[in-house]
């Protein structure tokens, strides 16, 4: 069992920047991969980003590249997602999530999910 907590979100002004974290305790969390996701009023989760066990491999939604960095700290059991360059559509609730196997970018699989944390974006 991985028990997840979400933390870091908020209002900012658009063009701003958060840094969401996750927070994993339970099993070994270095064994598996994370995701963040992101779902919004009338709208379906979507993947934002994904990071490898190890940190090497990241994915991020086209959406979010080059504004939104994911990484880990498997000493610490912590994931971020540093959002900069805030707009107004990405306003919405984020979901940390953890696996340990299969595709990473689809939210299907996911063993793990935390309880969420809005982030809203005022223009």
């Known amino acids: 069992q991985v028990q997840l907590v979400e933390s870091g979100g908020g209002l900012v002004q658009a063009g701003g920047s958060l840094r969401l974290s996750c927070a994993a305790s339970g099993r070994t969390f270095s064994g598996y991969a994370m995701g963040w996701f992101r779902q919004a009023p009338g709208k379906e989760r979507e993947f934002v980003a994904g990071?490898?066990?190890?940190?090497?491999?990241?994915y991020y939604a086209d959406s979010v590249k080059g504004r939104f960095t994911i990484s880990r700290d498997n000493v610490k059991n912590t994931v971020y997602l540093q959002m900069n360059t805030l707009k107004a559509e990405d306003t919405a609730v984020y979901y940390c999530?953890?696996?340990?196997?299969?595709?990473?970018?689809?939210?299907?699989?996911?063993?793990?999910w935390g309880q969420g944390t809005q982030v809203t974006v005022s223009s």
């Open positions: 999530a953890a696996r340990r196997v299969g595709t990473i970018t689809t939210q299907y699989g996911y063993d793990y």
């Open positions: 990071i490898s066990w190890s940190g090497g491999i990241t």
